[in-house]
């Protein structure tokens, strides 16, 4: 199963006000390891840079003009993602802005080109409630180095989601779920990976089958002149 951890950076935080992405990082996972697959790319978003936005990233618009505007590069970032689950953080924001420019190409959206999307966000509340699931703060919990990362940026931030990602799920080597579910915490499965675990089949008796069986043991009883251990008005709390 190929997994792609994505991370971008923008101009600002909302999209609705015309805001671009400036920076997209992916880091591929195969058999639940980083493969060195990586895309990234910087990209020209012909308008202004907020100053909230510089301080986060450290990238404005004169560093950024010598680069491709999107359209130039969709074809390449789309041919890297298609078909993967795609792994991000907050998904919904990196979601909208990444959608806003697809649309703006009339190209498909993002959950459209790839498979399925897992936002570990939402995951790394879902297993750890009342804990801080920033990146940073996820990153502090499975000992991983942040050292690095004076500013955020799209490629270094894909590439640690991608060591917390692996942390968070770790126990689920083998993706061969239904012959070690035993030995896995289903809380703990991605979305994807739920969904290779098949339903257990529950197979009640018919009614004429609990009559043929309800016959059986007072035939049983007759024979022994015994009540029948499996016999339900025998079925109590210290019954074997």
């Given at each position: 199963?190929?997994?792609?951890?994505?991370?971008?950076?923008?101009?600002?935080?909302?999209?609705?006000?015309?805001?671009?992405?400036?920076?997209?990082?992916?880091?591929?996972?195969?058999?639940?390891?980083?493969?060195?697959?990586?895309?990234?790319?910087?990209?020209?978003?012909?308008?202004?840079?907020?100053?909230?936005?510089?301080?986060?990233?450290?990238?404005?618009?004169e560093s950024l003009k010598e680069f491709p505007?999107?359209?130039?590069?969709?074809?390449?970032?789309?041919?890297?993602?298609?078909?993967?689950?795609?792994?991000?953080?907050?998904?919904?924001?990196?979601?909208?802005?990444?959608?806003?420019?697809?649309?703006?190409?009339?190209?498909?959206?993002?959950?459209?080109?790839?498979?399925?999307?897992?936002?570990?966000?939402?995951?790394?509340?879902?297993?750890?409630?009342?804990?801080?699931?920033?990146?940073?703060?996820?990153?502090?919990?499975?000992?991983?180095?942040?050292?690095?990362?004076?500013?955020?940026?799209?490629?270094?931030?894909?590439?640690?989601?991608?060591?917390?990602?692996?942390?968070?799920?770790?126990?689920?080597?083998?993706?061969?779920?239904?012959?070690?579910?035993?030995?896995?915490?289903?809380?703990?499965?991605?979305?994807?990976?739920?969904?290779?675990?098949?339903?257990?089949?529950?197979?009640?008796?018919?009614?004429?089958e609990i009559v043929c069986h309800d016959k059986?043991?007072?035939?049983?009883?007759?024979?022994?002149?015994?009540?029948?251990?499996?016999?339900?008005?025998?079925?109590?709390?210290?019954?074997?």
């Open positions: 199963m190929r997994f792609v951890v994505l991370d971008t950076e923008t101009t600002g935080l909302n999209v609705e006000e015309g805001h671009r992405v400036i920076e997209i990082g992916c880091v591929e996972l195969r058999d639940r390891a980083v493969s060195g697959n990586e895309y990234y790319q910087k990209i020209n978003p012909m308008r202004d840079v907020d100053r909230s936005a510089e301080e986060i990233h450290g990238m404005n618009a505007v999107f359209k130039n590069v969709a074809d390449e970032f789309c041919n890297f993602i298609a078909g993967s689950t795609l792994i991000i953080h907050n998904a919904d924001f990196d979601r909208r802005f990444l959608d806003a420019e697809l649309n703006r190409l009339a190209r498909p959206k993002l959950e459209d080109i790839s498979c399925e999307i897992i936002d570990t966000l939402k995951l790394a509340r879902e297993l750890y409630p009342m804990k801080r699931a920033s990146l940073d703060a996820l990153c502090n919990r499975f000992g991983i180095d942040r050292s690095m990362r004076d500013l955020h940026g799209a490629l270094l931030d894909a590439r640690l989601l991608a060591e917390v990602y692996l942390s968070m799920t770790r126990g689920q080597e083998a993706l061969g779920i239904e012959e070690n579910i035993e030995e896995t915490k289903i809380d703990n499965l991605s979305v994807s990976e739920r969904k290779q675990i098949k339903e257990i089949k529950v197979v009640s008796a018919t009614e004429n059986y043991l007072e035939r049983m009883q007759r024979l022994e002149n015994s009540l029948p251990i499996f016999n339900k008005d025998n079925d109590d709390e210290n019954s074997i």
